[in-house]
């Protein structure tokens, strides 16, 4: 157990469904991110909220969508996706503040879109 | 951000020592070097961290060069559950948050 839960742990879903990812962290943590990992490829990082404000957005498709209603919880949500975005999902919080504070991870969200 | 170079598969037997090596040539006075293991299928594992000098914990042992441009992460006694690729991160303050990047690690295959 990390402190960082994500649910569902696995998800299918159509192109043409929507859905959303929840992540809640139990560590008193003020920063929280989303990554995507595909298969055989490194961590992406996706969205980063410090202090409840989206500090950075790397060039993500708007068909993906965060949302961050307090310091503890993450969604993102999910509307026509495509094929190629079947992958981990993963969540993780840290202290907005100081390079030497450490990220703890989630399990991670299976996403198959079939 | 600075980045990192580690190599891209090592294997060790079971028992033995695992030494993995990180370069971080580029590294800035006060970013962080961390290590994470991500073992399939699971969210990556915080492991140990360190600025300058070394670090031990009940995972592992962290060297850093003097220069800082390199480290080694060392598992003393690896089992077959150490077998995870091996994520050799720097910590790149930017503004209010962390912005940590991921490369793609060393895949760690521990023998019998």
């Known amino acids: 157990e990390t402190g960082v839960t994500q649910t569902p742990r696995h998800l299918v879903m159509g192109m043409t469904n929507k859905k959303s990812l929840k992540c809640e962290q139990h560590l008193g943590h003020n920063a929280m991110y989303w990554y995507k990992q595909s298969a055989k490829k490194p961590l992406e990082l996706m969205f980063v909220y410090s202090l409840e404000e989206r500090v950075e957005n790397n060039s993500v498709p708007s068909r993906f969508s965060p949302e961050c209603p307090n310091s503890s919880h993450l969604f993102l949500h999910l509307h026509t996706l495509q094929p190629e975005d079947s992958a981990l999902y993963l969540c993780?919080?840290?202290?907005?503040?100081?390079?030497?504070?450490?990220?703890?991870f989630g399990e991670g969200s299976w996403l198959t879109v079939v | 951000d600075a980045k990192t170079t580690q190599p891209p598969s090592m294997d060790c037997a079971e028992g033995r020592a695992a030494n993995l090596p990180c370069n971080h040539s580029?590294?800035?006075?006060?970013?962080?070097v961390y290590w994470y293991r991500q073992i399939h299928s699971q969210g990556p594992q915080y492991i140990i961290h360190?600025?300058?000098n070394n670090e031990t914990n009940e995972m592992a042992s962290l060297i850093i060069t003097e220069d800082r441009k390199s480290s080694t992460l060392i598992l003393p006694h690896a089992t077959l559950r150490d077998t995870a690729v091996y994520y050799c991160?720097?910590?790149?303050?930017?503004?209010?948050?962390?912005?940590?990047?991921f490369g793609p690690g060393t895949s760690l295959s521990v023998i019998p």
């Open positions: 993780a919080s840290s202290q907005a503040q100081g390079s030497g504070n450490t990220i703890y």
């Open positions: 580029t590294i800035s006075g006060n970013e962080y």
């Open positions: 991160i720097v910590r790149g303050w930017k503004t209010s948050y962390d912005k940590v990047i």
């Open positions: 360190g600025l300058k």
